[in-house]
């Protein structure tokens, strides 16, 4: 079945370091994949997506790249800020089947200081 | 009120108690989901309604019942619950269900069970 695994955190950095949330996924057919943020107290937004090999989805200094060779989808930021802090979640979505199924990893605490 | 809204907040009830969650969508959709949020778990999908109708149904117990009455509401009536059932429970609306419909997410119910 799909499957999304992604780094354990919790993570913690200070304002202005690079953060990289590692996101690996399998997929029985061609699978959209997703980040989803939760800030303290907040349901879950979506932050980008990419819906095919290559793709690079972003959002506020947010990015990451499907990469079909890897199965992966790694979030990166260049400069982070003490408003990033939340949980970050990868996710697919597998158009094979059941395709409005969000298959979510288990999501990953980033915490960074002032 | 915009967006994904849930009531109440936070409950807490006894095992034998009776409760409904709530869950109503300003956006227009057609679609409601009820997922459940563990601690380091990833999120679960319980139900799914398209047009009111229940379309999935993720093999969750019985002690848990899902009413939509229209496109815009959305009830996880409660009964007779374990002290495991204790999470936050999620609830999301989407235009509609195939692959690219992006999920928007209320902040969720915290239920504590005794």
């Known amino acids: 079945g799909d499957s999304v695994t992604q780094m354990e955190g919790p993570v913690t950095l200070s304002e202005e370091a690079f953060l990289t949330i590692n996101c690996t996924y399998t997929?029985?057919?061609?699978?959209?994949l997703f980040w989803y943020v939760q800030y303290p107290g907040e349901g879950l937004q979506l932050l980008l997506k990419?819906?095919?090999?290559?793709d690079k989805g972003s959002n506020k200094g947010f990015e990451a790249t499907y990469r079909k060779e890897t199965t992966s989808f790694h979030l990166e930021k260049g400069s982070v800020q003490v408003s990033d802090s939340a949980v970050y979640f990868c996710?697919?979505?597998?158009?094979?089947?059941?395709?409005?199924?969000?298959?979510f990893g288990a999501g990953t605490t980033v915490t960074v200081r002032a | 009120e915009t967006g994904v809204t849930q009531t109440p907040r936070h409950l807490v009830m006894g095992m034998t108690n009776k409760k409904s969650l709530k869950c109503e969508q300003h956006?227009?959709?057609?679609?409601m989901y009820w997922y459940k949020q563990s601690a380091k778990k990833p999120l679960e999908l319980m139900f799914v309604?398209?047009?009111?109708?229940?379309?999935e149904n993720n093999s969750v117990p019985s002690r848990f019942s899902p009413e939509c009455p229209n496109s815009s509401h959305l009830f996880l009536h409660l009964h007779t619950l374990q002290p495991e059932d204790s999470a936050l429970y999620l609830c999301?609306?989407?235009?509609?269900?195939?692959?690219?419909?992006?999920?928007?997410f209320g902040p969720g119910t915290r239920l504590t069970v005794l």
């Open positions: 996710a697919l979505s597998d158009r094979g089947g059941n395709d409005y199924k969000l298959s």
């Open positions: 997929a029985t057919g061609y699978p959209s």
């Open positions: 990419a819906t095919k090999a290559d």
């Open positions: 956006l227009g959709h057609n679609a």
């Open positions: 999301a609306s989407s235009q509609g269900i195939g692959f690219n419909n992006e999920q928007f």
């Open positions: 309604y398209n047009f009111k109708e229940q379309t």
